[in-house]
Antibody
Framework: EVQLVESGGGLVQRGGSLRLSCAASGFTFSTYWMSWVRQAPGKGLEWVANIKQDGSQKNYVDSVKGRFTISRDNAKNSLYLQMDSLRAEDTAVYYC???????????WGQGTLVTVSS | QSALTQPASVSGSPGQSITISCTGTSSDVGDYNYVSWYQHHPGKAPKLMIYGVNIRPSGVSNRFSGSKSGNTASLTISGLQVEDEADYFCCSYTRSSTLNWVFGGGTKLTVL
């Protein structure tokens, strides 16, 4: 079964750091682009960042550039999101998702909640 | 404010059909056939329902269909069932210089 499982969310103070992890199973992780997508309370989904199969290309939404770093370890079938200088507006459920070859996100994990307190 | 515009809510009775719109711009929905739709039950992982504007993944009911006209994409659900009640999000690739993907704000479907 193709599966993604996020972990690492929690409560952190403004200006603090958190590292999210996403464990992949059931597919050849190293052959796919991977993304992080978030949903703030009461809001829609927002794409945050993605990373190429070999980690050589990374893209970020403007609001997290310079603060968040996406990375991956293909040997461990894992995706990461290092979040620094956290702001209240970063409070959200963070999902990892596989970018399919047909320009979609499938599957998704169940998400991990990040709460930034002010 | 989300990049793609969806109605906040729609409703229908079992057996009826509903359509959810998703309006973007000529830089995303209007320029690419890379529109996808996701069903999201709170607390669960979002599920891909439609990709490439109108392609259903294996296992998704043929009651779900997608279309696009200009800058607006649509998701139609026919023969509504109680289990269809969920949030639905659209998504499109974008040639914006600041991000790769844009999502809609989501539509809450209520099956009365």
């Amino acid at each position: 079964e193709v599966q993604l499982v996020e972990s690492g969310g929690g409560l952190v103070q403004r200006g603090g750091s958190l590292r999210l992890s996403c464990a992949a199973s059931g597919f050849t992780f190293s052959t796919y682009w991977m993304s992080w997508v978030r949903q703030a309370p009461g809001k829609g989904l927002e794409w945050v960042a993605n990373i190429k199969q070999d980690g050589s290309q990374k893209n970020y939404v403007d609001s997290v550039k310079g603060r968040f770093t996406i990375s991956r370890d293909n040997a461990k079938n894992s995706l990461y999101l290092q979040m620094d200088s956290l702001r209240a507006e970063d409070t959200a459920v963070y999902y990892c998702a596989r970018e399919g070859s047909a320009w979609n996100f499938d599957p998704w994990g169940q998400g991990t909640l990040v709460t930034v307190s002010s | 404010q989300s990049a793609l515009t969806q109605p906040a809510s729609v409703s229908g009775s079992p057996g009826q059909s509903i359509t959810i719109s998703c309006t973007g711009t000529s830089s995303d929905v209007g320029d690419y056939n890379y529109v996808s739709w996701y069903q999201h039950h709170p607390g669960k992982a979002p599920k891909l329902m439609i990709y490439g504007v109108n392609i259903r993944p294996s296992g998704v009911s043929n009651r779900f269909s997608g279309s696009k006209s200009g800058n607006t994409a649509s998701l139609t659900i026919s023969g509504l069932q109680v289990e269809d009640e969920a949030d639905y999000f659209c998504c499109s690739y974008t040639r914006s210089s600041t991000l790769n993907w844009v999502f809609g704000g989501g539509t809450k479907l209520t099956v009365l």
